[in-house]
């Protein structure tokens, strides 16, 4: 009987390992297979994240980039008209303190005029494109040029010649020599920082 409770004990403790064993790995099957399928929906689900993320990276570098060659445009563009103000205002101020033909004079200061309108004009339309230093810089040229050309000479009515006012003069020198210059250098400084990008 003993024999009998063994050999009974022996082949129930034998089905039972078995069982677990088989159950252990019908369990262990399922279990990776439901890992591999969550893996690959994840990974799936990653590559659409991926996708998403390289198409607003794209969108964006194209709207940046789209956007800094359009400042780099207008900066360019105001360089050039800033580069007429200068030079018509040189002409003015070289026309007024040598030749003092009151006609030339008249003809100089319309050109300068209408190259200080549209710098201004082009700059109030572009303003959004510059920062605040810059934005100064340009009120301060505009500001001057303004004082240049309201009035910088007076007719003296006994030699009708055009007399220059000491003032005048010094802000003449100042925004040629020293505004103008330094101005453009920050533009062109602007300009080399977007080519950068």
């Known amino acids: 009987m003993i024999e009998e409770i063994l050999k009974f004990s022996i082949g129930s403790i ?30 799936k689900e990653l590559e659409g994240h991926k996708s998403e993320l390289q198409k607003s990276i794209f969108e964006h570098k194209t709207k940046f980039s789209n956007l800094h060659g359009e400042r780099a445009n207008v900066i360019k563009e105001l ?17 007024i303190t040598d ?11 319309s050109t300068l005029t209408t190259s200080y309108l549209d710098f201004m004009e082009y700059f109030n339309h572009n303003r959004i494109f510059f920062d605040d230093n810059v934005c100064f810089y340009i009120e301060e ?57």
């Not at 360089?79 to 101020?93: A, F, G, P, S, V």
């Not at 030749?99 to 200061?109: I, P, R, Y």
Request: hydrophobic share 35%; net charge neutral.
């Open 79 to 95: 360089y050039k008209k800033l580069t007429n103000l200068e030079t018509y205002l040189k002409d003015y101020y070289s026309d």
């Open 14 to 43: 034998t089905i039972s390992a078995v069982v677990v064993f088989i159950s252990k790995g019908i369990f262990n099957t399922l279990l990776s297979k439901d890992i591999e399928n969550y893996k690959t929906r994840l990974n």
């Open 141 to 197: 040229i505009s500001a001057i040029t303004s004082i240049v050309i309201g009035g910088g000479y007076e007719e003296n009515d006994s030699v009708h010649s055009l007399v220059l006012t000491s003032g005048w003069n010094k802000t003449v020198k100042m925004l040629i020599d020293d505004d103008i210059p330094k101005f453009k250098k920050e533009l062109e400084n602007m300009f080399k920082r977007i080519l950068e990008y």
């Open 99 to 109: 030749n003092q033909d009151k006609l030339l004079v008249g003809k100089t200061l």
